[in-house]
């Protein structure tokens, strides 16, 4: 199964960009034996239209843009599930059981995310009450897919 994330903002140099890339890499090593692939970044550009309504419509038509036909998408919200790192890997495991080639995993601006995001996504997941910015969301995010692959695949990186 093909993993895209897809975020709102562009990523500077810096550390941050410097850990996303070694866990991608991580990531695609320790995935690929379970069948999965990525994750690809896709960066959209954020709007630059005055109000925060337009700039979250504007942004939430090039987040649909960019997923794949049929693919299983997940949105990060702040009102989302909260789930384990373990509850997370099995619902990438779940996904992948269930037929689905693609995994489309969305990241909002500044502003949230739109409604048109609500009405499609399959499953919508917080990391927590607080607000991150958008780099770190990014980061936690990549992590948590390598601590994914690493747990279905039995690997000690996640000792519980």
């Known amino acids: 199964m093909r993993i895209v994330v897809i975020s709102i903002g562009k990523m500077k140099a ?16 320790s995935g ?3 069948g999965f692939t990525g994750p ?3 960066e959209i550009p954020e709007s630059r239209a005055s109000s925060p309504d337009q700039r979250k419509n504007d942004e939430t038509a090039k987040l649909l843009a ?8 997940i949105a990060l919200d702040e009102n989302g599930k909260n789930l384990s790192s373990k509850e997370f890997s099995n619902q990438l495991l779940q996904t992948q059981q ?3 080639r693609n995994l489309a995993i969305l990241i909002g601006g500044a502003d949230g995310h739109g409604k048109k995001i609500a009405e499609i996504a399959d499953v919508t997941l917080s990391f927590g009450r607080l607000t991150w910015p958008h780099q770190l969301v990014r980061l936690l995010l990549v992590e948590q897919l390598y601590r994914a692959m690493t747990i279905l695949s039995g690997h000690p ?3 519980q």
């Open 66 to 73: 960019a997923v794949p036909n049929g693919a299983f998408v």
């Open 98 to 100: 269930n037929g689905h």
């Open 14 to 29: 810096g550390p941050e960009r410097e850990l996303i890339a070694r866990y991608q890499k991580r990531c695609r090593t």
């Open 32 to 34: 690929n034996n379970l």
């Open 157 to 159: 990186y996640h000792r």
């Open 40 to 42: 690809e970044i896709i």
